[in-house]
T-cell receptor, first 114, second 111 residues
Framework: SAVISQKPSRDICQRGTSLTIQCQVDSQVTMMFWYRQQPGQSLTLIATANQGSEATYESGFVIDKFPISRPNLTFSTLTVSNMSPEDSSIYLC???????????FGPGTRLTVL | GQNIDQPTEMTATEGAIVQINCTYQTSGFNGLFWYQQHAGEAPTFLSYNVLDGLEEKGRFSSFLSRSKGYSYLLLKELQMKDSASYLCAVTRGAAGNKLTFGGGTRVLVKP
C-alpha cells in the first residue's frame, strides 16, 4: 500500500480564515480523494482530484468553499475557505491503488474552528 | 440515492465472535469495502468484496450478497485491540472508485 502523509496534522483556526491541507504520497497515483469526517460521524466524500483536470465535487460541496489543487501525481491540496465552526472536522485524503482496486487513507488533519 | 445501514454499537467478550451487518441500497454498485478505524486514527483497509460469497482473511471474514444488498464482517477470537469502529463502504459509479460510507459500527471488546 502507498505511504500517505498530511500536513498539518491538526490546527486551530479563527472564523473567516482559510487553511490549506497538503497530502503527499510516496508513489505516483492517478486518483486522489478528499473526505471529511465530522465528530462522531462516518466519512463523507468531498471531491475527487485527478491530475491534469478539474476536481469533481460531490453534492453539497463547492469549489469556492473547498478549492483543490493537483499539480502532479504525488501531491494534492485542499483549502477550507472562509471557515466557520461547522467546518470543524477531520479531513482525510485517500489514494486509489489500481493494482488492488483499494483506497488507502492518510492520517487526517484535525481542524478546529473557533 | 444511497442508503447504507449498520448497527451503531456492538459489545462482545474477548475470545468471542462478532458479526457486523451492513445493508445497502445504491445505484451503480460495484463492490463493498470494510475498514477498521481506531479512535483518532485513519481508516485501515480490511476487505473488499465484489462477488457473492465469503472471503476469509485470518481472524476476519467478509461476506457479500449482491442480490440481497447485504454484507457482514465476521471477527473471530476477539482481542482487546479489536475495539474500534468498523466502516462499511460501497463503491459506485462508472469508474467504480467513489466510496460511500455507512455510519460505522463501534465495537467494544470487554475482558
Amino acid at each position: 500500500s502507498a505511504v500517505i502523509s498530511q500536513k498539518p496534522s491538526r490546527d486551530i483556526c479563527q472564523r473567516g480564515t482559510s487553511l490549506t491541507i497538503q497530502c503527499q504520497v510516496d508513489s505516483q497515483v492517478t486518483m486522489m480523494f478528499w473526505y471529511r469526517q465530522q465528530p462522531g460521524q462516518s466519512l463523507t466524500l468531498i471531491a475527487t482530484a485527478n491530475q491534469g483536470s478539474e476536481a469533481t465535487y460531490e453534492s453539497g460541496f463547492v469549489i469556492d468553499k473547498f478549492p483543490i489543487s493537483r499539480p502532479n501525481l504525488t501531491f494534492s491540496t485542499l483549502t477550507v475557505s472562509n471557515m466557520s465552526p461547522e467546518d470543524s472536522s477531520i479531513y482525510l485524503c485517500s489514494v486509489l491503488s489500481w493494482a488492488t482496486d483499494t483506497q488507502y487513507f492518510g492520517p487526517g488533519t484535525r481542524l478546529t474552528v473557533l | 440515492g444511497q442508503n447504507i445501514d449498520q448497527p451503531t454499537e456492538m459489545t462482545a467478550t474477548e475470545g468471542a465472535i462478532v458479526q457486523i451487518n451492513c445493508t445497502y441500497q445504491t445505484s451503480g454498485f460495484n463492490g463493498l469495502f470494510w475498514y477498521q478505524q481506531h479512535a483518532g486514527e485513519a481508516p485501515t483497509f480490511l476487505s473488499y468484496n465484489v462477488l457473492d460469497g465469503l472471503e476469509e482473511k485470518g481472524r476476519f471474514s467478509s461476506f457479500l450478497s449482491r442480490s440481497k444488498g447485504y454484507s457482514y464482517l465476521l471477527l473471530k477470537e476477539l482481542q482487546m485491540k479489536d475495539s474500534a469502529s468498523y466502516l462499511c463502504a460501497v463503491t459506485r459509479g462508472a469508474a467504480g472508485n467513489k466510496l460511500t460510507f455507512g455510519g460505522g459500527t463501534r465495537v467494544l471488546v470487554k475482558p
